[in-house]
C-alpha cells in the first residue's frame, strides 16, 4: 500500500496537555522508521508551535490544524455537542470523516469523545452498539478485551458484535496470530452463567471459522491472562470492573514490592544484581504500553488514550493508532460482519 | 465466654483429603493456643484414625465421627439431596443443626454444599438470598467480598442484605476496625451503573450509621485493594469474575517476577540479599492465608475450603472457622438485620 496513513490528534486533551501530546509526538516521530504517515495536530495554533520549538520538533510528516477551543473535562455528554463544536476533538473527528484522516486519538473527556464520534462518523449499520475495547497482556501476547464501559447493560446481539469487532481489531494488530474468541463468565461448563450468556455462545459456536474466529467457548476471570483466548468478550459493566480490578491489584503487588526491595540495605544490595531483570520485568507490565482504548462499531477507529498519561504512553496511543491503519482495521471488520451476517 | 466453640470438620471432601485436612487439623491443633474449642472430624473412622498416627496427632480436643460415604465430585446439585444422605459432609451440617456444632468447614464439592446447607440448616426469615464471602487483602488490612457466586442474577433487596450480612462478618472477624461498605460499580459518582445499583445505593445510604455499617457509596475495581471500605458488595456473577481476574493477574505477575529474577547468575544472588523481604512479601499476599469462602444468610454459618488446598490452606479455613465463631457472628448478623429491617 503507497497510500499515506494520516492519524488525526488531539493535542489538547488530558490533563498534561499539551506538553505531553506533544513531546509523544516527538517520540513516535523519532521511532517509526517508515515515515509513511502524517499526523493532524489539532490545538491552538501559537501554543502548539511554541511546544513544537520547545521539544525541537523538524519534520514534514506533521500538519497543524488550528482549533480555538478545547472540550472542557466538566462537560458532560448531555451538553457535549452544544458546546464543543469546533474544539480540537471535535475537528479531529471531523478530519476524520471527510477522509483527510484514517483514525482520530484524543486524551480528553472520555463521554464527550464517544458522543461526538458516534454523532460525526454514525454507526455502522451492521452493528448494534459501539464498543470500546482495549489491549491487556497474557502469558504469550496480547489480547483485545471488550467492551471495557461503552455499554453497561448488553444483549447477545452486542456480544456477537463484540466477537466480530475484537477479533477484526485482533487481527488489524496481529496479523499473524489466529483470533479466539472466549465470553468471559463464572465458570467454563455450558451450564454456567445468564441465559443470555447461553444464546451468545450458542451462536458463537455456530460462527466459528478460521475465516473470521474461532470460538473457544467460556473463560473465567483467572484464565484472562493465560493465552487460551485473545480476544475476551463481556458487557461493559463485567469489562470495566475486570480491567480495573487487574490494574488494582498489578498496582498493589507492585507497590508491596518495591516495598520490599528497599527496605533495608541487603535489599537495596540485591536491587544491583537483580537491575536489569527487575527493569525488564516492568517494562512487560508497564502500563503505558497498552495505553489507549478503541471505540469500535462506527464508521471509523478513534483511540482515547488515558487522561493522565505521560509522553511515553501518548506515544505508544499514536503507535497503536498506526497499527490499527496499517492492519487495515476497518477491512477486517467489513469482512467478519460479512461472515457472521450471511451466516 | 466459657462455651466451647465446636467446628465440624469434613475431612473427606476436596483434591488431597483426608491428608491434606488431617495435616491441616495438626497444624490447628499445635499453633491454636486457647484450647477453647472442640474440633469434630467427620469420615470413614478407620482411614481418619490412620492419619491421626499418621501425623502423630494428640489431642483431647478433637472428637472423631464416623461417616461411611463421601460426596463425589461429579455430583450436581441437582442430584445431591438424594446422595448425600450420610456422607460426611451431610453430617457435618446435621451435626450443626443439632447444636452439636457451631459452624461447618469442608472442601468438597462446593454446588452440593451450598445445597445440602440451604436444606438443612434453612434461610434466615429476614434473609432474601444466602450469599458467599470472602476474604481479600487491602492495603491497611483485610477486605469482606461478597457475592462471590451464589448468585448469578440479584436485585437491590439482595444487596441490602449482602452489605448487613457483610459487615456483620467483618464485625465478627475483626472486631476493633470499622465496617465500611461499598457498592462495586463502573464509576464513583452517583450517576453512574445501572437502576438496580442507584436503588441500592439510595438504601444503604439511608441504612448507613456507627452501628452497623457506614456506607462509603460505590467504589469502582481498581480501588477494591486500596483501604478505602472493607466490605466490598456486588452480585454473584461481577464478584466472581472481579474476584477470579485478580487471582489470575497475582499469579501472572508473580510467574513473571519469579522468572526474572531467575534468569542468570547475577538474579540469583541479587535473591540471595533480599530473601528475607521476598519471603515476606510472598507472605502478604500467600492465597492461602484468605482460603476459605463463607456461606452466609443461613441459620449458621458455613465455610468452604478450596479444593485442591494444602495443609497449610487447610489450616487457615479451621482458623477462620475458629475466629467466626470467637467473633459471634450470629449475634452480629441479627443485630444488623434488626437495624435495617426495623429502619
Redesign the interface.
Known sequence: MSKKISIAIDAMGGENAPNKTIEGIKFFLEKNINKDFTLNIFGKEDIINEKIRKYNIKSNLINIINSDTVVSDEETPMTAVKNSKNTSMWNCIKHQLDGKSDISLSAGNTGVLLVISRMILKMMNEVSKPALAGLW?N?NGMNVVLDL?AN??CNDQNLIDFAELGSALFKSLFPKESAKVSL?N?GSEEIK??EMLKAASKRLRDLSNEDNFIYNGYI???????GKSNIIV?D???G???????????????K??K???T??L??K??????Y???K??QN??DPRKYNGAIFLGLNGPVVKSHGGIDSIGFYHSIDLCYKIVKGDLMSQVRKNLHHSKSA
Chains 1, 2 share one sequence.
Open positions: 497482556p502469558q464501559g453497561i447493560e468471559l463464572v452463567g445468564t473465567e476471570g483467572n484464565n484472562i491472562m493465560s463481556t461493559g459493566f463485567t470495566n470492573i475486570a480491567l480495573k480490578t487487574a490494574e488494582g491489584t498489578a498496582k498493589f503487588i507492585t508491596n514490592l516495598k520490599s526491595l527496605e533495608n541487603f535489599t544490595i540485591s536491587l544491583l544484581f537483580s536489569f531483570s527487575l525488564k520485568f512487560k507490565l
